[in-house]
């Protein structure tokens, strides 16, 4: 029992632990999506952002000592990001000859995600620096939280936003656009990843190559677009 | 296939300092993934082994995302406190954002033919 325990306290401390709990997770997460028929309720991310965090409340963990470990993970997104010029440049052709279309339809999307977020919380009373917080929603992690903080929101909440956001998109976006009939898949991976960024963005990867291009390309855009428009639109309103 | 893992490695650091000397709005790796993007454009095609790195990558993205998505743990009583507000708000604007932004990208590009089968 003692030995249990010394091996506990030792693994607990060291990342090991919680970066292979992360990756059993996010496995056991995918094993029930493909056993479950793909069902989007199902989703991987959220699946495994759930166990693991039933893992840490069940075993006292606090969010620093595991993300020491959940750090090596983390950081792939910096280099995963990079990568998307890959898909990119494979489908520049497509992406060059619809340049206005990608442009006018980006902007419409930034505005509404960010017009119907503020609006709506605003109805609903949310606080200003509720309303700060989820503006940039739609916007990759570290953008969105530079923007909140300028806006006086909660850049820690902002990052819940966003990831809940992504899960969110990448869950019922693909369902959406085909109850609309938006079979093409430019205009499918651009709505994925002007909406829900990276998230929407590996999703729409695994479905289809112009897809996954479109949405990294419209995550790169809006993460732009937004960190013009909205710190404009919010001296606008406020 | 490490020096192709060094190369991305490489783009992301030249993009964060890039975004870090010239004050520009956008995250360092985006920045990178621009200059990834201009190093195949002078280099013409993409080497294989820097496909099999990017789709390595990629295939896990979505891994990727859980010890952010963890950091809710951070946030229980907030998000609690603000349920309605935030809850309404993101599932509607998530929505009418992706319906706003793949209409229009259809409409506009509809002489485009890459026809998707339901996913």
Redesign the interface.
């Known amino acids: 029992m003692t030995n249990l325990q010394e091996t506990w306290v030792y693994l607990s401390a060291s990342p090991l632990f919680h970066l292979t709990l992360?990756?059993v997770?996010?496995q056991a997460a995918s094993w029930l999506f493909h056993k479950g028929g793909r069902n989007p309720l199902l989703n991987?991310?959220?699946g495994?952002?759930i166990l693991?965090?039933v893992v840490?409340?069940a075993t006292g963990t606090d969010?620093a000592t595991?993300?020491e470990g959940?750090?090596f993970?983390?950081f792939?997104?910096?280099?995963?990001?990079?990568?998307?010029?890959?898909?990119?440049?494979?489908q520049w052709h497509?992406v060059r000859?619809?340049a206005?279309?990608?442009t006018?339809?980006?902007l419409?999307?930034s505005l509404?995600?960010i017009a119907?977020?503020?609006?709506?919380?605003?109805a609903?009373?949310?606080?200003p620096e509720?309303l700060a917080s989820?503006a940039p929603?739609?916007v990759?992690?570290?953008?969105a939280m530079?923007i909140a903080e300028e806006l006086g929101g909660?850049p820690?909440?902002t990052?819940?936003?966003v990831?809940?956001?992504?899960?969110?998109?990448?869950m019922?976006?693909?369902l959406?656009?085909?109850l609309?009939r938006?079979?093409?898949?430019?205009?499918?991976g651009?709505?994925?990843g002007?909406?829900?960024h990276?998230?929407g963005?590996?999703?729409a990867?695994?479905?289809?190559e112009?897809?996954?291009a479109f949405s990294?390309l419209?995550?790169?855009l809006n993460?732009?677009a937004t960190?013009?428009l909205l710190p404009i639109l919010w001296g606008l309103f406020s | 296939m490490l020096n192709y893992l060094t190369l991305i490695f490489l783009c992301q650091l030249l993009g964060e300092i890039g975004v870090g000397l010239l004050g520009l709005p956008i995250p360092g790796p985006v920045l990178g993934m621009v200059l990834l993007f201009l190093f195949l454009m002078v280099r013409g095609r993409v080497p294989e082994p820097l496909g099999e790195v990017a789709g390595g990558l990629q295939g896990a993205m979505s891994l990727l995302f859980v010890p952010a998505g963890a950091g809710v743990i951070l946030h229980v009583e907030l998000l609690g406190a603000a349920l309605a507000p935030l809850g309404a708000a993101l599932v509607v604007s998530t929505l009418l954002t992706i319906a706003v932004t793949g209409l229009l990208m259809q409409w506009l590009g509809r002489n485009d033919e890459t026809e998707a089968s339901d996913d």
Not at chain 1, 76 to 90: D, E, I
Request: hydrophobic letters at 60%; aromatic letters at 8%; a positive charge.
């Open positions: 992360t990756l997770a996010f991987p991310v959220l495994a952002v693991v965090v840490l409340k969010y595991y993300f959940a750090q993970v983390h792939l997104l910096g280099p995963a990001t990079v990568s998307l010029a890959v898909p990119l440049y494979r497509r000859a619809s206005l279309a990608i006018a339809s980006l419409c999307g509404t995600a119907s977020a503020i609006g709506i919380a605003w609903l009373g949310g606080t509720v989820l929603k739609s990759t992690a570290p953008v530079a909660l820690s909440l990052a819940v936003l990831i809940v956001t992504g899960i969110f998109g990448a019922f976006g693909p959406l656009l085909t609309l938006v079979r093409n898949w430019g205009a499918r651009l709505a994925m002007t909406a829900s990276g998230i963005t590996a999703r990867l695994q479905v289809n112009t897809a996954g990294g419209a995550m790169g993460a732009l960190a013009l």
